[in-house]
């Protein structure tokens, strides 16, 4: 498992401190719930034990550039011992090259592993349900699933996770606000389960 030292504070019960750094979806824009909300309440359900803090830093319309620049502040003055990065969306939507998509990410990774001992753990976004934008969309999720490979970070697949679920008969119009992007409560809570995955999962 490559969260080892992040699953260990969890069955030990030691603090954990989790920064998640991301866009809209890591914020929970416009639910009650977001996916951090329902992940921190599976991780008490599976580690009864635990002693984690979440700390949500997600700013909508923010992309990886923005989340770079934020990083200091955001994440590495606060001592974090895992860290989820979550953007692609806005990148991919306000004409950023994958590749310039791709380095900015890999140069957050590296100010945390050259600032901090925190883990790391990749977050794709979700699938949209109009085809052409899917595809830009998969374009940068693709950039990601490199870099893990490329970095040996764990990554979790939540669009692949959504599209089983669809595969199995789920709407994507149950799982999505208005604007057929946002995740809904429910989206939400897949989010959070495809994220937990990583936290049960012996890999």
């Known amino acids: 498992m490559k969260l080892k030292k992040s699953l260990h504070k969890l069955s030990s019960g030691d603090p954990l401190r989790i920064i998640a750094i991301g866009d809209s979806l890591t914020q929970g824009w416009m639910v009650r719930k ?9 991780l008490k359900a599976n580690y009864p034990q635990c002693n984690v803090t979440i ?10 550039q923005g989340g770079l620049f934020r990083l200091r502040e955001d994440v590495l003055d606060c001592d974090p011992d895992l860290v989820f990065i979550q ?8 004409g950023v090259p994958p590749a310039q998509f791709k380095n900015t990410v890999r140069t957050m990774v ?3 592993r050259a600032d901090t001992d925190a883990e790391i753990l990749l977050v794709t976004s979700v699938p949209i349900m109009h085809q052409e934008e899917d595809f830009m969309a998969e374009n940068f999720y693709s950039r990601l699933i ?11 697949l939540v669009h692949l996770y959504w599209k089983k679920k669809m595969a199995e008969g789920t709407d994507i119009r149950s799982l999505v606000q208005m604007d057929m992007v946002h995740p809904n409560v429910e989206g939400y809570r897949l989010m959070a389960e495809a994220i937990m ?7």
């Open 110 to 112: 590296d100010h945390i």
């Open 55 to 64: 700390f949500n830093r997600g700013i909508p319309g923010d992309t990886a």
């Open 197 to 203: 995955a990583e936290f049960v999962r012996d890999n």
């Open 87 to 94: 953007f692609a969306l806005n990148d991919a939507f306000t």
């Open 146 to 156: 490199e870099l893990s490979s490329e970095e040996n970070l764990p990554i979790a």
């Open 34 to 42: 977001g996916y951090l909300d329902f992940f921190g309440e599976m």
